[in-house]
């Protein structure tokens, strides 16, 4: 059975970080291309990140680019997101997906494969 499990999130002021982390289990991690989405009550699901399976390739939303780093441990089967100078607007619930999806077309709704069950963060203002 193929687990994601999300950690890391909570209240931050903003212009703070956070660093979340994904654990998987049950698949073959490396075999995987792994990714954030993120989504606010009554708003569709929005690609924020993606790291492809070797680690060598990232993709980012514009709103988190320059801020945001996602990167992954092959040998621990963790994906992590690194959040920085973080603003009321990155307030939402962060999912971890894992897939077999090129990252430039996760944004695309092209993603199928495993979620974990979130976690929120919330940045004050």
């Known amino acids: 059975q193929v687990q994601l499990v999300e950690s890391g999130g909570g209240l931050v002021q903003a212009g703070g970080s956070l660093r979340l982390s994904c654990a998987a289990s049950g698949l073959i991690f490396s075999t995987y291309d792994m990714g954030w989405f993120r989504q606010v009550p009554g708003e569709e699901r929005e690609f924020v990140a993606a790291?492809?399976?070797?680690?060598?390739?990232?993709y980012y939303a514009d709103p988190v680019k320059g801020r945001f780093a996602i990167s992954r441990d092959n040998a621990m089967s963790t994906v992590y997101l690194q959040m920085n100078q973080l603003k009321h607007e990155d307030t939402a619930v962060y999912y971890c997906a894992a897939d077999r999806v090129a990252i430039t077309n996760w944004p695309h709704g092209t993603v199928t494969g495993y979620w974990g069950q979130g976690t929120q963060v919330t940045v004050s203002s």
């Open positions: 790291v492809s399976r070797s680690g060598d390739s990232t």
